[in-house]
């Protein structure tokens, strides 16, 4: 794997990551990944921001709430398509996603949370601030559609500490 800059992947990836990619997080030893639909990346105080929204409902949320990092791996190419529908589907409180899936891990030197291997660019990103959605905030025709049972998200901006490509 070989290091790139945050901005080039914005550039080259804008059209590649609406199609889902891999959320992983890891507290007390205990690792869970999870397909993430949408998030956002940006510049916010004077750092590489990558916003990602997880519902307060998911496995994922429970572990991320006690952990300072998450990682993004993104399959550029199409691959792993059965692994993120799986991911998406069922949850890390009754599978044991990483297992059931043969999904190799990958440490970084940057913190404890691995990559998914077999994915083509990596984002490790330090959590700096969370935010849960307030319904009352929110548009009725999202909180209508998107929200009927009103499992709210929790946004997470991580710091991009560093970017891979395999």
Request: proline content about 3%; aromatic content about 10%; hydrophobic content about 35%.
């Amino acid at each position: 794997m070989k290091k790139v800059e945050f901005n080039q992947i914005l550039t080259d990836y804008k059209e590649v990551l609406p199609h889902g990619v891999f959320l992983t997080t890891k507290a007390d030893g205990e690792i869970n990944t999870m397909t993430m639909g949408w998030g956002t990346t940006g510049y916010i105080w004077n750092k590489n921001i990558i916003m990602a929204p997880v519902r307060k409902s998911r496995y994922t949320h429970q572990l991320i709430e006690n952990s300072q990092f998450f990682t993004v791996s993104v399959p550029l190419n199409g691959q792993l398509k059965k692994e993120l529908q799986f991911c998406g589907t069922k949850s890390g409180r009754n599978h044991n996603k990483i297992e059931e899936l043969n999904l190799e891990l990958l440490e970084v030197e940057e913190c404890e949370v691995p990559l998914i291997k077999g994915n083509n660019l990596h984002i490790i990103a330090k959590i700096k601030y969370q935010q849960d959605m307030m319904i009352d905030n929110l548009a009725k025709d999202i909180v209508d559609k998107k929200y009927p049972e009103q499992d709210m998200h929790t946004f997470y901006y991580g710091e991009v500490v560093a970017v891979y490509q395999e």
